[in-house]
């Protein structure tokens, strides 16, 4: 909270003071030097009696705008940490993008089918003309897919 009005009263002075300002006289880093890896593990571990806004921008993690305020990215800073922990940011990131995920549900249509989409279908390697023996139970159904070899057993 003090920074915050120091930067205020700063703010009626000289840009470049406001610049160069941190709460405690130092420079702070520039931007584009923002920490990663161990670094910015370390760094966090060296500051961690500091405030989150405080310790971002102590990393790197901040821009100036045109009028020299100073911004804290801390979502950049949190993705930095985690990426440096070892956390996956991105699990979908291996995926196409395209469709949707199987759910392993289907519901009855208004005209009474059950259709299976093609993901199943694909999962399973079926082919179209594929053929299927349905046994019914008590609130479920059986699918037996029916291959050449069952035709030949029943003969």
Same mark, same amino acid.
């Given at each position: ?27 702070m ?5 923002a ?12 500051? @961690? ?8 921008k102590?990393?790197?993690?901040? %821009?100036?705008? &045109?009028? #020299? +305020? ?6 950049d ?5 985690l ?8 699990? @979908? ?9 199987p759910?392993?549900?289907? %519901?009855?249509? &208004?005209? #009474? +089918? ?19 023996e ?22």
């Open positions: 909270m003090l920074y915050f009005i120091l930067c205020r009263l700063l703010k009626k002075t000289s840009p470049r003071n406001q610049a160069s300002f941190n709460g405690k006289n130092n420079p880093p520039n931007a584009s030097t920490l990663t890896g161990k670094a910015l593990l370390n760094k966090v571990k060296e500051l @961690s009696h500091l405030p989150r806004r405080e310790t971002a102590a990393c790197g993690y901040y %821009s100036t705008s &045109k009028e #020299g +305020q100073v911004r804290v990215n801390l979502t800073f949190y993705d930095a940490v990426a440096a922990k070892g956390v996956p940011l991105d699990p @979908s990131g291996t995926k196409d993008g395209r469709g949707r995920e759910t392993f549900r289907v %519901s009855v249509h &208004k005209n #009474g +089918q059950i259709v299976i989409g093609s993901t199943y279908t694909q999962e399973m390697g079926l082919k179209s003309g594929d053929e299927f349905i046994k019914l139970g008590y609130k479920h159904i059986h699918l037996k897919q029916i291959t050449d070899s069952d035709d030949e057993e029943e003969v």
